[in-house]
């Protein structure tokens, strides 16, 4: 595609509730990267793939989260139990392997009530 | 990868050049100095990177010092549309984690 897709824009869920974020990169890059961004702060890093390999996890925040990216294209960030500081906006971005100039999506709106 | 250092905000009249500062001064060899930009509500958007030698696109410019530890992007007629968050990151093309600060947040008055 023409850019980083990712869906839904907004998720509104309750408390105690799974949910999947996808994030659908641009054709050809191969580097894929979760970031999180709570309201008014920076971006946290929470992992990055090159190809469908996690080489780091470090960034995820508990085992509540978890991602998987197969056919090294689509990537889905699954959070289980969510929790209300889980709420924030999740972005992705992809990048050519040797990670220059990552492009980011607009990013999922998360909210856990 | 190396840290950075921004002011937390900057004022820029608009048709003004705005040029917004880095500190970098753990910078090593092989990392880059990138820009990046965030207008409210949107993802973040790439502008400009470089290594040791000045760059220009056309969005901004780039001037890095000689000795590297600190740098400067100009955007050289201001707008109120590049009224944002801008952040400056170091990294070499083997670091994949790029680690966001918290930024300078720039804005654009008329």
């Known amino acids: 595609g023409a850019g980083v897709s990712q869906s839904p824009s907004n998720k509104v869920t309750e408390k105690g509730k799974d949910v999947e974020l996808r994030c659908d990169p641009i054709s050809g890059h191969t580097a894929l990267y979760w970031y999180r961004q709570s309201l008014g702060q920076g971006l946290e890093f929470l992992i990055y793939?090159?190809?469908?390999?996690?080489?780091?996890k470090s960034g995820l925040p508990s085992d509540r989260f978890s991602a998987e990216r197969t056919g090294g294209s689509v990537s889905t960030l699954t959070i289980q139990r969510t929790q209300q500081e889980d709420s924030a906006v999740y972005l992705c971005?992809?990048?050519?392997?040797?990670?220059?100039?990552?492009?980011f999506g607009q990013g999922t709106r998360l909210t856990v009530v | 990868d190396a840290k950075t250092t921004q002011p937390p905000s900057m004022d820029c009249a608009e048709g003004r050049a705005a040029n917004l500062p880095c500190n970098h001064s753990?910078?090593?060899?092989?990392?880059?100095v990138y820009w990046y930009r965030q207008i409210h509500s949107q993802g973040p958007q790439y502008i400009i990177h470089g290594l040791k030698n000045n760059e220009t696109n056309e969005m901004a410019s780039l001037i890095i010092t000689e000795d590297r530890k600190s740098s400067t992007l100009i955007l050289p007629h201001a707008t109120l549309r590049d009224t944002a968050v801008y952040y400056c990151i170091v990294r070499n093309t083997g670091g994949f984690k790029t680690i966001f600060g918290a930024g300078t947040r720039l804005f654009v008055k008329a």
């Open positions: 753990t910078i090593s060899g092989n990392e880059y």
């Open positions: 971005a992809s990048s050519f392997p040797t990670g220059l100039g990552a492009f």
């Open positions: 793939f090159q190809g469908n390999s996690a080489p780091d």
